[in-house]
Each structure stands twice: as structure tokens, then as C-alpha cells.
């Protein structure tokens, strides 16, 4: 029983490392990584903290060279599905039971692990996985999971804390249960952190969770299973399984106990996802909470005002930095035509210095993307590009896949502002950037709100103030993460929270108490001290 209202201990982000040449931490990451690089070890599914294996196994190997075995996942089928329901739902009253400091405290101490022991273990298995340079390694799979760990706590601190009116006689609480059965995570390739905080905001706030991590981070998946573990994470608060989609749809979307879905990922799918638990509506015991974090189709406008070498490091970084391949890159990019000239020039100079290729070496800022399925689909939007009239390729266009999964970074012009690659997601390191008339901010303003089904991140360029209160207003509900003078992507937990609308999904701000919120199913209780003995109230009674 606790004894006293504990507070907690202060929260800062945590500090990205630099892994400039000789640096300790520099050093300490190339040994895991070539350890790792070096053996094969087995990824199996963890049920009820069990090593669950099995005879179907899958191969995994780095994106950026495919051919080389790190590791085989273990795939399960609905039988283990059902065994990880019912894992969930053994843990559940233990785990909600277990008062918040306690759990708190697993969630801080997985964050101490995390930025001591375990940094570069998470760091060189995101960078084998995944195929992330050390710096975007660093800023996802330690410093925003760190964030994530520590912050959430901070959240559920304020969330718990929020406490309704009493008058006189009356002692009025709200107590933040957790959910009624289990929560399914799915989550996707492209963030460690985020896939770790798809099952950890749940759980902190006392649910228990099935997590089915995307087969192409399956490596880090079981990093982060380790590290809970180390911190003193329970048996069965979260069962990691590796299965077909259809398998673990199959039993968990028809199971009474199903009672909230964390997704993020592809439009598509989430929107398949959303129809099935229409579907089974009446078969639930609750209504499920459904929250999903989907795709982006994010831009960059430059206003006339704008400083160019700032708008040329905001596409670059902005447009490229992980292949490209982070949901808020920049991937459509709107320039007045007086400034194109310059634009152009100083652009196409900074990307010729930029070197591909695997993530051992440090001086490659861009490396592989995820797989044969992504390199093809990229393929083929570049090999249209380049015979399209409505298309020219002004940077790049090249690939090779012999060792990794290597696309050029590419820049694409088009005189099309509706042209494919400005409204559909690609997910590569593709940018396509289209020239307006300066006189035609505003309009271009509203082509921009117009031109997609998204709506994630988005920035604006200018030194005008009064172009950047147009652009804030005219684009108030083509982004739910707006920038002015950054780039649209690197959101920080706490400091930034996460989430679009539209296509984007349901804007349930990961990084900050919105998202916490979801996963609690409030209870009041209303406590009175004298209650009256006697219905009658005095209104009742006649003049006398
Ligand atoms: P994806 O949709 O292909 O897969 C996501 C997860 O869903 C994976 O675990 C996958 O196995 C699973 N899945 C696939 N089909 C399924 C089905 N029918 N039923 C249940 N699960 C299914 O996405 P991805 O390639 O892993 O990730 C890239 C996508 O994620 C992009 O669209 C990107 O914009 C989006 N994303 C969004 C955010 C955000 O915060 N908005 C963050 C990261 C990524």
C-alpha cells in the first residue's frame, strides 16, 4: 500500500551524442555492430515471458545487404495468437493492481538502461535492422525511447493528478482504470521508438498488450523485449508475436476481450483494420479504442522572403535523411520562381556530396531502404518519372540492389502540381518540388491544403510575418505538426507531441498526455460523508 503522494524525479531529453570520429561512443558502436554483423542468433516469439520457437522461420538480413543472415524469426500461427490472449489477460490483474510508483519506476529504470548498457545494443541493432546511419539510430532508437519512457511517466503523473470539484459533505475522485482486456500494438518498420511506444503508453497506464511488430524490425524488437525485461517488466504484460497479419487479425479481432488497437503504419491497412472492428462491433465487451498514427505526403513552401541555404538544408535533411523514409519527411516542395535559380544551384551542389550506402560506414548519409518490395515500387516511380513529359529528373534517378537496397537520392521537377509524386506517399528518397509564380503565394497556399488526402507535417519558409500568418491560417488543416523555419520532420517527445488528421490518422499526439488518455477508462466515485436518512426535501413540505 502506498504511503505517501511520491513525486517524480525531474525529466529532461535526453542528450544525442555526437559519435564524432574517436569518440568513446563512436567506438563502442562499431564493436556491437560487427558483433552483431558477425553472428546469427534466433528471434523467437516471447509469450507469458517464454521463448516461444517455431519450425516456420524467416531469414533476416541488414537492407543494405541482403544476402547476409543475422538472424531467424520465428513465425507463430492463431494457436499462439490465442496463447498470447490468453497470457494478456493472466497478467492484467496483477499488473493494474501494482500500484503507479512501481510501475513508473520499471519504466525509469528501462530508460537509465537504455541510455547506459543497452544504447548501443538498440542503436547497432536499428542500424543491422532497419538500416539507419548512427545519428538517426541515436535520435530514434535511444533518445526518443528514452523520452518516451521517462516523459510518459511525467504524463500519467499530470493525468492522475487531475482531480475533480468536492463541495461540502462530498469527497469527489476519478481514478484512471485501464481498459477492459487486452490492447493490440502493431507497429511499423521505420521507428524503434515508436514501435516500443505503440505497447509501452498502454501499459504504463496499467493494460496489458499483444504486440506485433513489423517483420522488418523484428532484430530491435527483441532488443527492446530484453531491456523490459531487464527492468523488471512482468511475465506477460507484453507477448510479442511474429505472424502473418491475417493470423493475428483472425483471433485477436474476434475476441470478446479485444479492447483497443495501437496502430501506426499505412493508411491502407489501418483503414482495413478500422473495417473489421466495425464489422465485429457486437461481438466486444467495450467499445475499443482505436488509435492510429498512418501516412504523410509532407510538404515545404518557400516563401520569396526565405533564406536559401535554410530552404536547401530543410529538403535535404528534411527530404532525405532516412532514405526518406520517415512518415513527416518532405516529399512535395513548393519555390516562387525568383528564387528558383539560386535554389537550384546551391541544391543540386550540397547533393552531390552526398554518399550512399551502408551505415558501418559513417561518412554515408543516406543508406538502404527497407526492402526488395519498397526498392521495386521506388523502381518503378522513377523509371515513369523519366519518360513522363509532365517530369524531369534534375538529381539522380539511379539504383542498384546487387549488394543492399540502394536507391539515388532523387529530385524530381514537375509543371504538374497534381502530378503523382506530389500527392501520393512513396516512402523513398524521392522529393518533387514544383515552381509557382511568386504573386501566386496564396493561391499556391490553398493547392497545397487541396492537393492530398494527407495531412502530417508541413513547413514554411519565410522572414515575412505576414506570409507566415497566411500560410499558419490557410494551412490550418493540412498538417497537425506545422513548422515555421524547420524542417517538417524530428518532433520531440515533449516538446513537439505527434499526429496528423485526414488520411494521417487520429491525431492522438504521441509524446504527450492526449495519447495517455486514451488507453484509461475514467471512474468516478463520489463518496458523502452524512447521507440524508429521511426522501422528503423541504420544497415538499406546505406553507404553513
Ligand atoms: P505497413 O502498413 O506496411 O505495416 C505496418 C504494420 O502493419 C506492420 O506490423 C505490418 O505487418 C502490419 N500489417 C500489414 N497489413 C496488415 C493487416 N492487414 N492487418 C494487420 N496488420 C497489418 O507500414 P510500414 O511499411 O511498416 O510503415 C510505413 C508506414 O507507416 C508509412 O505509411 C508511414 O507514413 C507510416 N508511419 C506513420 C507514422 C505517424 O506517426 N503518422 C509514423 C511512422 C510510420
Redo the contacts with the bound molecule.
Sequence with gaps: MTKAVFSIPSINCEPVKSYSPKSKERNELIKEYDQMMNRVIDLPMIINGKKITSKKKINISPPHNHKHIVAYCHYGNQKDVKKAILACLEAKQNWKDTSWEHRAAIFLKAADLLAGPYRQKINAATMINQSKNAHQAEIDASCELIDFLKFNVKFLNEIYSKQPESSNGVWNRMEYRPLEGFVYA??????TS?AANLCLAPVLMGNTVIW?????QTYSAKIIMDLLKDAGLPNGVINLIHST??D??KVILNSPEFAGLH????????K??WKEIGKNISKYTSYPRIVG????KDFIISHRSANVDEVVTAIIRGGFEYQG????AASRIYIPKSQWAKIEKKLISEMKTIKVGDPRDFSNFVNAV?HKNSFNKLKSVIKKAKKDKKAKIIFGGEYDDSIGYFIEPTIILTNDPNYDTMKN?L?GPIVTIYIYNDIDFEKTLRLIDKTSDYA?TGAIFSKDREAIIKATNILENAAGNFYINDKPTGAVVSQQP???SRA??TNDK?GSYLNLLRWVSPRTIKETFVPPKNYKYSFLKKNS
Design positions: 502493431i507497429t511499423p518498420f521505420n521507428f515508436i506485433k511488430p513489423s517483420d522488418s497479419p491475417e493475428a487479425n496502430f501506426t503504419g499505412s493508411t491502407k491497412v489501418f482495413s483494420l498514427e498512418t501516412g504523410g523514409q520517415k512518415c513527416s527497407i506517399e516512402f502530417l505527434f499526429g496528423g494521417s490518422g504521441a
